[in-house]
């Protein structure tokens, strides 16, 4: 049971450059998240779904995509990159809508 | 959106020393927890507590949902409790809302 997976660990893109961070739970739950997190700060919500192929925005959306396609997983896909994309992401599932939440071990990405 | 804070921001103990950690929330929630980042990165869930007490050997949760606050107790602190303790809410039926976090060190 390897909970929820997290690939590639560490990332620099260029500017403008795209790529998909991938998400992957073994645990059936139909809650899943993505979060970032800058420097010194709480992490805050881009984009999450409740099933598959059901998406939804989250507070800090913009520049990024998802999609559902599977219950297992559910990547972040990057456009255009940018400076201010340069965060620590983490992917999250749940089994529930009032349930705990399990986290990834992140993504550190950096746009230069 | 709903607003979470988290105090204090910053906290240095020697270890051994007790410390509570306090959240206030600004709505109505439906789903309380907290999570320890540890200083690599990993994030732990800790508690799931949108109301009432928990306990998990030297660390224990109460949250006062009609006033709107959880506090986090840690006792007898070990240098592995270091890191950063967040508390985060959800009111709706989206994501969490994380707070800022408390930085805690502890010194052997």
């Known amino acids: 049971n390897a909970g929820v997976t997290q690939t590639p660990k560490f990332r620099i893109l260029k500017i403008g450059q795209s790529m998909t961070l991938q998400c992957t739970q073994d645990?059936?739950?139909?809650?899943m998240y993505w979060y970032r997190q800058d420097p010194g700060m709480g992490l805050k919500l881009i984009y999450y779904?409740?099933?598959?192929?059901?998406?939804d925005k989250g507070e800090v959306p913009n520049g990024y995509n998802v999609s559902r396609s599977t219950t297992e997983d559910f990547p972040l896909r990057l456009e255009l990159a940018a400076p201010s994309q340069t965060s620590v992401y983490f992917c999250?599932?749940?089994?529930?809508?009032?349930?705990?939440?399990?986290f990834g071990s992140g993504t550190r990405l950096t746009v230069v | 959106g709903i607003q979470v804070e988290q105090s204090p921001p910053d906290l240095i103990l020697q270890e051994g020393a007790n410390s509570t950690l306090r959240c206030n929330f600004s709505?109505?929630?439906?789903?309380l927890q907290w999570f320890h980042q540890n200083p690599w990165g990993q994030l732990i869930n800790l508690f799931y507590?949108?109301?009432g007490t928990k306990q998990n050997g030297r660390l224990s949760a109460t949250t006062v949902a009609t006033e709107r606050y959880s506090l986090l107790y840690i006792s007898s602190s070990q240098t592995t409790d270091s890191g950063v303790y967040f508390c985060?809410?959800?009111?709706?039926?989206?994501?969490?809302?994380f707070g800022k976090g408390t930085h805690l060190i502890i010194q052997p």
């Open positions: 999250a599932s749940s089994y529930s809508i009032g349930g705990g939440y399990t």
């Open positions: 645990m059936n739950h139909n809650y």
């Open positions: 779904s409740v099933g598959a192929g059901i998406t």
């Open positions: 709505d109505s929630v439906n789903n």
């Open positions: 507590i949108p109301s």
């Open positions: 985060a809410v959800r009111g709706g039926a989206d994501g969490l809302t």
